[in-house]
């Protein structure tokens, strides 16, 4: 069997404009001593520039376990005089050392220089080009890869399915940088490659954006599970066409490079790897080296945890954590901001349930309890999700679709997700968030309606009817000021950007008390004002305890409301929760009979060929 050199990843040398203020996810060099030569397309520098970092560091530990690769080589076209230094952290270690060094000299051309690196017992290698003294150097290419026997490489052939809705500005950026980036690494993803982008909005020139590497597929408004279900039926709509499909929102930045790394690791990845799953991390755009979330699962009350805390990848030590931490844990599924997934899946278990949104990547994953892969450096930027709560979606989209996931996949407990669901509604109540309170019931009145009302839905109208009754949000500073300084809303508390929570262990315990303020006479309240700050669904600090008239805050505490009690609202809200535990209770079962036998059926080539109307 024939032995050929495999590439693994390219080194990136010139800084995306969204990361423009962080080059040390690239690599870390002096003020103004490394520039990028748009003309030369070439990295220059006069002093040491070190690519040990999160986009060019080489992942030895994860390409160990996936693919068995214990041995890789560094290949670098450089120009000028000085030495590589390769370096390494090992598995017992958390600092760098060095493994080697190189000299390299040749002042009027580009030359190449190949280094083998044996790489067992490191988590990460990366290197350093440290020119000669009083001297600088370019480089122009740079590569990791390794050397495979020819029958080893497993066939692949890779779709991407993005979905966009009235997004044009990021869509036809990304859809550039993709066809650049393949075009410009040739073989193996160039000839196996296509991108579906299925345009919801129906705004994009379809005629004008396709050619050999790129379908517009104009779309109903389906949401983003029926926007990604139309790019997967298309990547299976010939049995062996793809191997692989990759569903990834349209509202991202990408590094295309992240599309060459996820296609080599398929074509290397050995045993139970071969199946696997690969999600990229989500990267924030407003903190361009905070990685937020690559991995999350699912608990038994019926909540989302990440299995990672948020990192810092422009720093090595949570480099090398991000890799060292297990992603392969129980009930895990990967957001569909980047996600490859193998076309058999599709093809045996389904595509996804129409939720429209919230929740369809989550019970995709579920259902198909795969094993998961990541590594630095493949990725997206998504903008942060601090914010952007609506009641609309965090409380109804996700009662509805999160108790439907439950009934079809036994993913977590029915009875907890309930005691939850009652107890957000109260805490609603007590922060004198009526709108909340109203879109919780409303997600557990839909699903009571069982399948064949999800089936039946205009998802885009109940959509626009349910974005109006969101509560409005305005800029603090339209705020009434008096209000402000009555509920205690000091500048300090207009500073604090934490999203730790801030509770005493007494108002822990007091905010558990199933009382409300609604049912006090008046006299005992004594308009007083009080404040909240929430993340989502979640209170972060503030004290409403017997407060009339509540300020809400969002979590970047830049946006809020005023809320004033309302006894009346109160009451058709208690009332209509309690006619709705009486129903859940006595059709509870045969409900979540109901979805559980028509799983088959939403999530089938036939269901989404007539709700597409194609």
């Not at 049995?239 to 930045?253: E, I, K, Q, S």
């Amino acid at each position: 069997m024939s032995t050929v050199d495999y590439k693994l990843a390219n080194v990136l040398l010139r800084v995306d404009d969204h990361a423009a203020l962080h080059p040390e996810l690239y690599y870390r060099a002096a003020a103004s001593v490394a520039t990028f030569d748009e003309d030369a397309r070439a990295l220059s520098f006069a002093g040491p520039v070190d690519f040990f970092t999160y986009l060019n560091a080489c992942s030895a530990k994860k390409w160990s376990q996936y693919a068995g690769i214990d041995t890789v080589w560094l290949h670098v076209k450089v120009m000028g005089e000085g030495e590589i230094i390769v370096e390494g952290v090992a598995s017992d270690g958390s600092d760098r050392r060095e493994l080697s060094r190189h000299v390299f000299a040749s002042q009027d051309e580009f030359t190449v220089v190949d280094i083998e690196i044996s790489t067992a017992g490191e988590d990460l290698v990366g290197f350093t080009v440290v020119p000669a003294e009083g001297g600088s150097a370019q480089v122009s290419r740079a590569w990791w890869y390794t050397k495979v026997d020819a029958g080893c490489i497993n066939p692949v052939r890779l779709a991407i399915a993005t979905t966009t809705f009235k997004k044009e500005a990021y869509i036809t950026a990304n859809i550039d940088l993709v066809q650049e980036a393949v075009r410009a690494e040739g073989a193996p993803i160039m000839g196996n490659f296509h991108m579906f982008v299925v345009d919801n909005g129906q705004t994009l020139d379809a005629k004008a954006l396709s050619d050999d590497l790129v379908t517009v597929i104009p779309n109903p408004n389906v949401g983003g599970s029926g926007g990604f279900a139309r790019g997967m039926m298309a990547a299976t709509e010939v049995p062996g066409a793809y191997t692989h499909v990759l569903v990834m929102d349209d509202d991202v930045r990408i590094v295309a490079e992240s599309l060459i790394r996820t296609f080599n690791l398929l074509s290397l990845a050995q045993g139970k790897y071969r199946s696997a799953y690969i999600n990229g991390a989500m990267l924030s755009l407003e903190e361009p080296t905070r990685q937020f979330e690559d991995i999350s699962y699912v608990v038994n009350s019926g909540v989302y945890r990440r299995v990672k805390p948020d990192l810092n990848v422009g720093l090595l030590e949570d480099i090398v954590e991000n890799e060292r931490i297990d992603v392969e844990v129980p009930s895990a599924y990967g957001a569909w901001w980047f996600s490859c997934i193998p076309t058999a899946d599709v093809e045996r278990n389904g595509l996804p349930m129409p939720f429209f949104i919230r929740c369809d990547d989550v019970e995709f994953g579920m259902r198909n309890d795969p094993t998961y892969m990541t590594m630095n450096g493949i990725c997206v930027w998504h903008e942060s999700f601090e914010g952007r709560y609506r009641a609309s979606v965090d409380c109804y989209q996700y009662t509805r679709n999160f108790l439907a996931m439950i009934a079809v996949d036994d993913c977590a407990s029915e009875s907890l997700f309930i005691v939850r669901l009652v107890r957000s509604v109260r805490q609603s109540l007590r922060e004198l968030d009526y709108v909340s309170a109203e879109f919780l019931l409303d997600g557990l009145d839909d699903y009571l309606k069982g399948p064949g009302y999800l089936a039946r839905l205009d998802g885009s109208a109940l959509m626009q009817a349910n974005g109006k009754r969101n509560e409005k949000v305005v800029p603090v500073e339209e705020m009434d000021p008096g209000v402000l300084r009555a509920a205690g809303v000091t500048p300090e508390v207009l500073a604090n950007t934490s999203l730790d929570f801030h509770y005493s262990p007494f108002m822990k315990y007091w905010r558990s008390v199933p009382y409300d303020k609604h049912y006090m006479p008046k006299p005992f309240l004594g308009h007083r004002a009080g404040y909240v700050v929430k993340n989502g669904t979640c209170s972060l600090e503030g004290n409403t305890t017997g407060c009339e008239t509540v300020v809400y805050l969002d979590p970047t505490r830049k946006k809020g409301a005023i809320r004033h009690m309302d006894r009346a609202r109160f009451r058709a809200i208690r009332i209509r929760e309690h006619e709705l535990m009486r129903r859940y209770r006595s059709e509870g079962k045969r409900v979540r009979q109901a979805w559980k036998d028509a799983l088959p059926r939403l999530t089938s080539r036939e269901f989404w060929t007539e709700y597409l109307g194609l």
